[in-house]
């Protein structure tokens, strides 16, 4: 394996995007439902092509600005909507199935560390999230932990989602047991087809 290939392991956020690019076909519809900086909500856009669309959620009018700034550099605000919103409250502005759904947890970098995302909050938002998903269709969520509260938002996601049943959604657990510095967490759940829930 070069060095080119092991990049792509190296954290929770490289390996989404990696699950992502094996997901996302072009004409396809997804969520950012944490924009943040707007990285995610432009790697999504580039993915789903001119016939796509993209909706980037935020609670925070600063990275809601960031991402629409971000976006109309790039070329790309005719495929996105950016909504000042909390992620919850996805359902009100996407009212057709989606292929993924990605999460990032925690705080904005480089923004207030006193907000952040919460474990019942991002629970409400999984369930919505999930609503949403079309068949076959994916979620992501890099859970980062190293921050106040994020080791008890993880656990609180792994709660609820072992009670899923299994044959609704496959849900899995990527971890990284020897990096240093509370390395996130990705969570990444597959629809079933013929699932019942």
């Not at 609670?59 to 070329?75: D, F, M, N, P």
């Not at 999984?126 to 509260?149: F, M, N, Q």
Request: overall charge negative; charged content about 20%.
């Amino acid at each position: 394996m070069n060095a080119a290939h092991r990049n792509i392991y190296k954290n929770a956020l490289n390996i989404s995007h990696l699950l992502a690019r094996c997901r996302v076909k072009t004409g396809d519809r997804v969520i950012d439902a944490t924009c943040g900086q707007g990285h995610d909500t432009v790697f999504l856009a580039e993915l789903v092509g001119e016939e796509g669309r993209v909706w980037a959620f935020d609670i925070q009018a600063e990275a809601v600005v960031s991402t629409r700034a971000l976006i109309e550099q790039r070329g790309l605000a005719a495929r996105v909507e950016v909504v000042h919103e909390d992620h919850r409250f996805m359902d009100r502005y996407v009212g057709e199935p989606v292929s993924l759904v990605m999460f990032n947890l925690g705080y904005l970098p480089g923004g207030d560390h006193r907000i952040s995302t919460a474990p019942r909050t991002s629970i409400d938002a999984l369930e919505k999230a999930i609503g949403l998903l079309g068949e076959a269709g994916s979620i992501t969520l890099v859970c980062y932990t190293g921050h106040p509260g994020g080791r008890e938002e993880l656990q609180a996601l792994k709660e609820y989602l072992a009670g899923i049943p299994q044959n609704y959604l496959e849900v899995i657990e990527i971890s990284f047991l020897n990096q240093l510095n509370n390395p996130a967490v990705l969570l990444l759940l597959n629809k079933l087809n013929g699932g019942i829930r």
